[in-house]
């Protein structure tokens, strides 16, 4: 990697993502001037969620021969339907589904499905083939064919994914605009900025840096200004993810140009004692999307809302010795939002009788499918343009 792209990869220690192509001279928005965009707010469960015993198949005899100390029973499962239920840690969602603002899409994957975390993270956030490594973002994408700002794209978070990144222009990871903000008006930061004339911002690597700083200066005095308009009431839970959502629904009510929102919520490798170790993520996610739910509700913007939560990969159908699962591959994705056109179980339920040759569910949904679908139904661009394939739309929204 040259210094260029270290440059442009790279995060400042003090948690500031630098996100480049920034366009100065922007006008704050005022409260009477505030739009209503459709966004999307994605959430990775990053290790591999065990879809089976989130979404969970509670009638077939197969998920409970398989799963004979891991397997949920009825007592702790949201009823569904006969076959169908949620984990009851899900209560959230349940609610949710209830109402008609969920929508769950079953067997979701790729063909020739990579069992490493890194690589199939990777392959979910650039919308690649297995065999094809890309060093940009499905989002990255979308900014460099869309957007002007950077800020129309925005990981809550110390740093930024590989989803987005493009080649023209980043995303901006920010966890607190006022850190961010502060940050930027340390006296060392604003004597470079005081003292960085036109001339200096060339495209050789030290230009690149000085015009970076710049475009920081700039990003983190809108993010400050434009969040100051909107601090939520609504009552989050006492989580990290949960202030990240927090931050999330502020930045919408505020009126902040943003499109697309990225958070995650670690810890779902569960090859040892499964059991209680997903039910308190599971809870964890829940509460804290049914608190952004009720926040988006009160200030009538969950209607131009999409929730769309996904994992890199599945488990195992059958459970291993340690009472956990491994590496699977398929897996379902959970749509959340006040304007889907189609809600409840989007197509048929995991296959557990018909495994590919390792055990794992196949994948019948196409993950770029949902994404072409989000492009296309919702964000209203050429999803074509930006995974550079044809994929069937679905009709969720």
């Known amino acids: 990697m040259d210094r260029r792209n270290f440059l442009k990869q790279s995060v400042f ?3 500031m993502a630098l996100a480049p192509s920034f366009l100065k001279g922007m006008e704050f928005l005022r409260p009477d001037q505030l739009s209503g ?9 990053s290790g591999g969620n065990d879809g089976l015993n989130s979404i969970i198949p509670i009638s077939n005899d197969i998920y409970h021969s398989l799963r004979p100390q891991i397997a949920k029973k009825a007592a702790q499962t949201i009823k569904i339907s006969d076959n169908l239920a949620f984990n009851d840690h899900l209560k959230a969602i349940a609610e949710l589904y209830d109402q008609g603002e969920v929508c769950i899409v079953n067997n979701v994957g790729y063909p020739n499905p990579n069992r490493s975390h890194f690589r199939s993270t990777d392959i979910w956030q650039t919308a690649s083939d297995t065999n094809q490594y890309l060093s940009t973002g499905w989002v990255g994408r979308y900014l460099d064919a869309n957007c002007q700002h950077p800020y129309q794209a925005i990981e809550v978070d110390n740093s930024l994914s590989l989803a987005m990144k493009g080649n023209r222009m980043n995303g901006i990871a920010v966890s607190d605009p006022h850190q961010l903000y502060q940050t930027t008006r340390e006296p060392f930061f604003k004597n470079i900025i005081k003292n960085t004339h036109k001339d200096m911002l060339d495209e050789d690597n030290q230009g690149y840096l000085y015009k970076t700083m710049l475009e920081t200066y700039s990003s983190a005095s809108y993010i400050q200004e434009t969040s100051k308009v909107y601090k939520t009431s609504t009552e989050y839970p006492q989580s990290p993810f949960a202030k990240n959502l927090k931050t999330i629904a502020d930045f919408i009510v505020s009126g902040l140009k943003t499109r697309v929102y990225y958070s995650s919520l670690g810890g779902f490798d569960s090859h040892v004692n499964q059991l209680n170790s997903q039910d308190r993520l599971l809870r964890i996610y829940a509460e804290a999307i049914g608190a952004l739910v009720n926040d988006l509700k009160k200030n009538n913007k969950f209607r131009d809302t999409l929730i769309l939560t996904f994992s890199e990969f599945g488990r195992r159908v059958k459970q291993n010795g340690s009472r ?3 590496h699977g591959a398929a897996n379902n994705v959970i749509l959340i939002g ?3 056109k189609r809600s409840g179980i989007y197509n048929e339920l995991p296959n557990l009788s018909e495994l590919d040759t390792n055990g794992d569910l196949k994948y019948s949904v196409d993950f770029r499918s949902i994404y072409a679908t989000v492009l296309n139904n919702w964000l209203q661009v050429n ?3 930006i995974l550079r394939a044809n994929f069937k739309n679905l009709g969720f929204i």
């Open 13 to 15: 220690a003090s948690g």
């Open 37 to 45: 965009y459709k966004n999307v707010i994605i959430i990775q469960l």
């Open 324 to 326: 956990g699962t491994d």
């Open 338 to 340: 006040g304007s889907l």
């Open 383 to 385: 999803d074509r343009d």
